[in-house]
């Protein structure tokens, strides 16, 4: 329900924002200049994300093993902000995809539990929620990657850290609660949609009990009982 005008206003605003970050000179605009060089001064600024992505160079495309990164001795926060990049040296370019694809995933899934949810409050709910974990996961791997000036986020239910993942695992209980509450997909109203094409009906079908007639085609294409000629 939001409107666009309020979104562009918004994003208007972020400029001038981004503007004067990038040409300050206190910590911010250290932290801008470490992200435009990264290895111009290992020692100092871009120490920790110098360090992030040599982690990801030496471990190539599967990784050296779990437990055999020698880089998390050297990042900083290497347990909890620079996760991410142990995850890449021990497991390579392939696990640290397959983190990615979770996330996105859980993206889906969460935004589709927002679509097909009738209440507007779980609408929203579970959008923040799905939105929320998701966008503080792209910050903490898009930040160790270097496509954003780092910053100290945690990665979800990865990172360590307590009160975060009692926190997420709360959020995700809540979302749960919201999954089962939703009404019916368009593929079970016989619906044929864009997500039906490609996800489809995959539960298992039970048979149907004895004496019972078998559900005919409706007019719609989904199933429904015939009763004195008319669909139910």
Known sequence: GARFRHIFSLAALFLPVAYFVANSGNYWGQRIR???QPF???QGLGYQISRALLAFWHGGWTGVGLGNGQMKDYIPAANSDSIFATIGEETGLIGALVVVGLFAYFAYRGI?????TSEPFGKLLAAGI???LV???MLNMLSVTNTIPFTGVPLPFISFGGSSLV???LAVGVLLNISRHVGPVPEERGELTGTSIWWGDR???LPLPHGRPEPERGPAGGRH???GGHYS
Request: aromatic share 8%.
């Open 203 to 205: 539960r298992p079908h």
């Open 112 to 116: 589709r539990v927002s679509l097909l």
């Open 130 to 132: 799905t939105t929320y």
């Open 135 to 137: 966008i503080q996961a």
């Open 34 to 36: 470490a992200w435009q």
């Open 225 to 227: 009982q015939r009763q």
């Open 40 to 42: 111009q001064d290992q």
């Open 167 to 169: 926190v997420n695992l």
